[in-house]
């Protein structure tokens, strides 16, 4: 059974003031439009209504809560919708909702729901580390870590993330942490908190920090949303897809969009108004292309398939798309002499695993936490350049480990994000291990992890894939994309690497904001979601000092 589009919208054009459907635009009337309803783009609203401006969100996807129109609830529990609930995180490609919720025009997954990424993701938590913003030049001045501390402990204030989320101060199935963090103990490994010791990243292990808040998956959905929503300043509409932002040479005018019923039409911004783009690594520069700005090929491209671009004069030739970053995953299975299993999600799901439900209605249990026992972190070095790595680590069947192993932050390679005539994203070159020192390092790090597992009295056995070659060859994408239009002083248009300025502003434009991933200059180590969140409040702090 899946949600019923319409009814999802009627729900929603029925609820609060907040709400809007495409006839009530208020044209000329928001100081902000913010294009994108993911965190970055949730947060920045939040903040710009909370200073007293008048802002419009449009998000193209539905609401995933039934606070925000979502009518598809647990069979045992009408308040929660299966992606509330913690314990299903683990099973969410499985849901219902799963395809509904991805994006269908970008090349790798992407969210196009309310809460973006933090709604379908497995809610792992990293607290960024100081080195991520510190350790190299690619954060510019203004965007280390000392800048950025005040809007980490603003997000952590709202939305901090747990290590324990049952209420009763109990873990629960804990047999796979137990096996390995005994097995990484005797190899020298520190447990550490990975929420109170950020810092820790070389050969450390913790219990998974998770977005869980009152054993339900928090984010700004539930942490900022709601706070907006209490304001008559604030319009949210959802179904609505913005194709571009419209403008007249430097200055944007407003946005065009797409609403539910299919019609085009044009919402702009107040005198001296602003437009924020909050789309996405993915989404974000196909919205740069269709408005005329980035390199000639994309924007031509984007002409081809329909879209009204500015005239050729208007053209702001930016590197956009061009620096793209992800982490890549590595897959390793191991059989252990471990007492644990998978839990059994379609009980779960149809109410007949009471003894868990009953526990979850208490406040605790297997239920509040995620997918993951543990999670590990660690780094090596080559030539002088140090990456770092993160295991996730979770039951694959019956005494069977899974641990998703990501190289992370200090990776050299990228790619270039391109659209085709169809308006979908694509990559025109991979961003995965194109460097040699990465591919390298890449061998090096699973290497050492393979020596360990194979060696004798372990209690550790490789399957499936049983050598460092197999497992490089699991590669896959980490989806934490990043870079496509990226922060920094150096002017794209003049030869330079940047798309946005350090006050997150478009060269070249006048109003034209970017909050969302695709500024980062960087990767960070670990799971991406906490990153953005710090970095949306740091850029809804500098937006709002613009004059």
Request: aromatic letters at 12%.
């Given at each position: 059974m899946r949600f019923s589009r319409v009814g999802c919208q009627a729900a929603l054009l029925a609820a609060a003031g907040s709400l809007a459907s495409a006839t009530t635009f208020k044209n000329g009337t928001y100081d902000y439009i913010v294009v994108g309803g993911g965190p970055a783009g949730i947060i920045t609203a939040e903040r710009f209504v909370e200073a007293g401006k008048s802002v419009l969100l449009l998000e193209q996807g539905t609401g995933p809560t039934v606070a925000t129109g979502a009518n598809e609830t647990l069979s045992w529990n009408d308040n929660l919708t299966s992606i509330d609930l913690p314990g299903l995180s683990a099973d969410v490609g499985s849901l219902d909702v799963w395809d509904e919720y991805l994006c269908t025009d970008t090349v790798g997954y992407a969210a196009c729901v309310l809460g973006g990424g933090v709604t379908i993701n497995y809610m792992v938590f990293v607290h960024p580390p100081e080195h991520d913003f510190d350790d190299n030049n690619n954060w510019p001045e203004g965007w280390k870590w000392k800048d950025l501390k005040p809007?980490?402990?603003?997000?952590?204030?709202?939305?901090?993330?747990?290590?324990?989320?049952?209420?009763?101060?109990?873990?629960?199935?804990?047999?796979?942490?137990k096996v390995l963090s005994k097995f990484l103990r005797k190899l020298g490994w520190t447990s550490v908190n990975m929420i109170t010791q950020p810092n820790e990243k070389y050969q450390v292990y913790s219990h998974p920090a998770w977005n869980v808040q009152d054993q339900k998956r928090a984010g700004p959905v539930r942490t900022y949303l709601p706070l907006a929503q209490k304001s008559n300043k604030f319009t949210l509409s959802l179904h609505t897809k913005v194709l571009r932002v419209v403008r007249s040479g430097s200055q944007i005018t407003g946005v065009e969009l797409q609403t539910a019923s299919g019609e085009t039409e044009i919402v702009s911004v107040a005198d001296n108004g602003r437009v924020i783009l909050a789309g996405g690594a993915l989404a974000t520069p196909r919205l740069l292309f269709n408005s005329g700005i980035g390199p000639k090929k994309q924007i031509e491209t984007a002409k081809k398939a329909g879209i009204s671009v500015p005239p050729q004069e208007e053209w702001i030739n930016l590197p956009v798309g061009v620096g793209l970053k992800d982490h890549p995953i590595f897959t390793i299975l191991a059989k252990t002499d471990g007492d644990f299993g998978v839990p059994d999600y379609e009980s779960i799901l149809n109410g007949s695993d009471t003894k868990d439900i009953d526990l979850y209605e208490k406040g605790d249990g297997i239920l509040t936490q995620g997918k993951?026992?543990?999670?590990?972190?660690?780094?090596?070095?080559?030539?002088?350049?140090?990456?770092?790595?993160?295991?996730?680590?979770?039951?694959?069947?019956?005494?069977?480990?899974?641990?998703?192993?990501?190289?992370?932050?200090?990776?050299?390679?990228?790619?270039?994000?391109?659209?085709?005539?169809?308006?979908?994203?694509?990559?025109?070159?991979?961003?995965?291990?194109?460097?040699?020192?990465?591919?390298?390092?890449?061998?090096?790090?699973?290497?050492?992890?393979?020596?360990?597992?194979?060696?004798?009295?372990?209690?550790?056995e490789l399957e499936t894939y049983t050598n460092v070659s197999s497992i490089i060859a699991t590669l896959s994408p980490g989806m934490h994309y990043t870079t496509t239009a990226k922060l920094g002083n150096d002017d794209g248009r003049d030869n330079g690497t940047s798309v946005v300025d350090i006050n997150t502003k478009v060269y070249g434009t006048d109003n034209l904001y970017i909050v969302d991933g695709s500024i980062h200059p960087d990767l960070p180590t670990g799971n991406i979601q906490t990153t953005i969140m710090v970095i949306a409040e740091a850029a809804a702090a500098r937006i709002l000092a613009q004059k």
């Open positions: 809007a980490a402990e603003r997000l952590y204030k709202r939305n901090p993330g747990t290590i324990l989320p049952s209420a009763d101060g109990k873990y629960y199935d804990q047999g796979l942490y993951h026992r543990l999670t590990f972190f660690s780094s090596n070095e080559l030539n002088g350049q140090t990456r770092y790595y993160q295991g996730s680590c979770a039951p694959n069947a019956d005494s069977v480990l899974d641990i998703t192993t990501y190289m992370t932050h200090g990776l050299t390679s990228s790619g270039v994000l391109g659209i085709d005539e169809n308006q979908k994203t694509v990559f025109e070159q991979s961003p995965y291990l194109q460097t040699a020192d990465d591919r390298k390092a890449a061998r090096m790090f699973i290497k050492s992890l393979v020596d360990d597992f194979n060696k004798p009295n372990s209690g550790f």
